[in-house]
C-alpha cells in the first residue's frame, strides 16, 4: 500500500511538472544535439537533420501564431479596462470628482461647467487661476519676469515652511526604477543578440571564404565554357573538376567546424537569455499595469522566447552550408 502510495505521488508530480513547462522549455527539449564536428557524413544524414529541424520550425512559428492570437484576444478585452484605469488616474492627478470625471465621459458639458473644471485643474496642478494666466498673458516681458521671479519665491518659502506638506511621490519613484530595470535588461538582451549575429557575421565575411568560392565559380565557369565542344580538352576539364573538390572539401574543413562552435556559443547564450526575457516581460508587466491599470498578456513573454528559439533553430538547419561535395554523387 505504501509503495501505491508513492507512486501515486510521483505521478503526480510528474503530472504537474509537465503541466507547469511553458512552450518555450517544451520546445528546448524537443532541440536535436548539435551536428558532427567532421565533414564525414552523408547526404542522407545531412537531409535527415535539415527536415528534423525545419519540422521544429514549423512548430514553433504556429505555436507563436497560437500565441499572438490569445495575446490579441486578451488585449481587446483589456481596453476598456484600460480606458477606465486611464480616467482613474486622471481623477487622482487632477483632484476630480467621479461626478466631474462621468460628466466629462458623457462629453455633455456646458461652457461654464467646462470653465470651473478648467481653473479647477489649473489650481491644482499651478496654484494659478484661469484669470491669473490671463492676466499674466497680457503682462509685458519685464512683468512677466518679476512674476515668475515672485511666484519662485514664494513656492520656496512655502516649501520651506511646511516640509511635510508635500509628500514624495513613491508611486513616481518606482516608476522610475521599474524603467530603469526595464531598460537594463532591455540592454542585455540586444547585446547578446548582437553578440550572436557576431558569431555567425565573422564566418560568413571572412575573406578567405569568398576567395575559395570565387576560385570554385572561375573553375566551374571555365569548365562550362568547354562543355559541349571536344577539342581535346577533357583532360583540363578533369584537372579543374579535381580542384573544385579539393576547395570545396578545405571549405567544409575549415568553416563546418567554426559554424559548430558558433551554433554552441548560440545555444549557450539563447539558453541564459531565457531568464532575461522572463525578467523583461515580468518589468513590462509592471510597468504596464502601473500605468494602465491592466496586467498585459504572458502570452507576450513567451512568443519573445519562442523567436529566440526559431532563430537558433534556423541557423542549427544550415549546419552543414559548408559540405560542398558527397562521396556518393561522384
Not at 455633455?108 to 498673458?137: D, I, P, R, W, Y
Not at 571549405?251 to 562552435?261: G, L, V
Request: charged share 25%.
Amino acid at each position: 500500500m505504501k509503495n501505491f502510495f508513492r507512486l501515486f505521488v510521483l505521478l503526480s508530480l510528474t503530472v504537474v511538472y509537465a503541466n507547469a513547462q511553458t512552450n518555450a522549455e517544451s520546445f528546448l527539449n524537443k532541440m536535436p544535439g548539435l551536428p558532427k564536428d567532421s565533414c564525414n557524413i552523408t547526404k542522407t544524414e545531412v537531409e535527415s537533420l535539415t527536415q528534423k529541424v525545419s519540422a521544429l520550425i514549423d512548430q514553433t512559428e504556429n505555436e507563436i501564431d497560437v500565441l499572438n492570437e490569445k495575446a490579441n484576444e486578451k488585449g481587446h478585452g483589456n481596453e476598456e479596462a484600460a480606458k477606465e484605469a486611464a480616467m482613474q488616474q486622471m481623477s487622482q492627478q487632477y483632484g476630480l470628482s467621479q461626478d466631474e470625471m462621468n460628466k466629462m465621459k458623457s462629453g455633455k458639458m456646458s461652457a461654464a461647467e467646462k470653465q470651473a473644471m478648467a481653473n479647477k485643474v489649473l489650481q491644482q496642478q499651478t496654484n494659478m487661476s484661469m484669470g491669473e494666466v490671463q492676466n499674466l498673458s497680457k503682462m509685458s516681458d519685464a512683468g512677466k519676469k518679476a512674476y515668475a521671479e515672485a511666484y519662485a519665491t514664494e513656492a520656496q518659502a512655502t516649501a520651506q515652511a511646511n516640509p511635510n506638506k508635500q509628500p514624495v511621490n513613491q508611486s513616481s519613484m518606482n516608476m522610475q526604477q521599474l524603467i530603469s530595470a526595464q531598460q537594463a535588461v532591455l540592454g542585455k538582451i540586444n547585446a547578446n543578440g548582437q553578440k550572436i549575429g557576431n558569431l555567425y557575421a565573422s564566418i560568413q565575411n571572412d575573406p578567405d571564404l569568398s576567395k575559395m568560392k570565387k576560385n570554385i565559380k572561375d573553375w566551374q565557369s571555365k569548365i562550362m565554357s568547354m562543355t559541349g565542344v571536344d577539342y581535346g580538352q577533357g583532360k583540363q576539364m578533369d584537372s579543374l573538376a579535381v580542384l573544385i573538390k579539393k576547395e570545396q572539401t578545405k571549405i567544409c574543413d575549415k568553416y563546418t567546424p567554426k559554424y559548430r562552435s558558433a551554433l554552441r556559443q548560440h545555444l549557450s547564450i539563447m539558453k541564459s537569455s531565457m531568464a532575461d526575457i522572463q525578467q523583461l516581460g515580468e518589468i513590462t508587466g509592471e510597468l504596464t499595469k502601473a500605468q494602465t491599470g491592466i496586467v498585459p498578456p504572458a502570452e507576450s513573454t513567451e512568443i519573445r522566447k519562442l523567436q529566440a528559439i526559431k532563430e537558433y533553430l534556423t541557423n542549427l538547419k544550415d549546419a552543414y552550408q559548408f559540405k560542398l561535395c558527397f562521396p556518393e554523387e561522384n
